[in-house]
């Protein structure tokens, strides 16, 4: 069963912290990333939020910290992606990251912003 399923049947009870952090996380991750920005400020504001997510999975408890602990998990491969390729040595573990990559991860984040706007309002 998905969180969202476990929302809906009541079989994740929402607690006060739940919605606090909910609501924290809501403004810290900010708007969607709009078509203009480049694909290294796109980058940036992924790794922004996976900064977020670590920081309130470390804050929360039981489902909640569950759920942020696999969404970190989920986004941790943006730390080995680069835009560009560093110099001209070969770097190990790094990928050259392509646009499909990052459109994949941001889809990812409006499913998780979806989520976090879900936990605001039902707790």
Known sequence: ??????LASGLWRL?????????????????????SMSLAGR??????????VAMAAALSRGQLARVLNR????????LQWRTEPVGLRVVPDVLIVHSDHVNDAEQALTRLRSLVATVKERA
């Open 71 to 78: 969404c970190a998990v989920v986004f941790s491969p943006l």
């Open 1 to 6: 069963m998905d969180t969202e399923e476990q």
């Open 15 to 35: 607690t006060d912290g739940d919605r606090a952090i909910a609501e924290r996380l809501w403004t810290l991750l900010g708007r969607p990333a709009d078509g």
């Open 43 to 52: 980058m940036l504001r992924l790794r922004e939020a996976l900064a977020v």
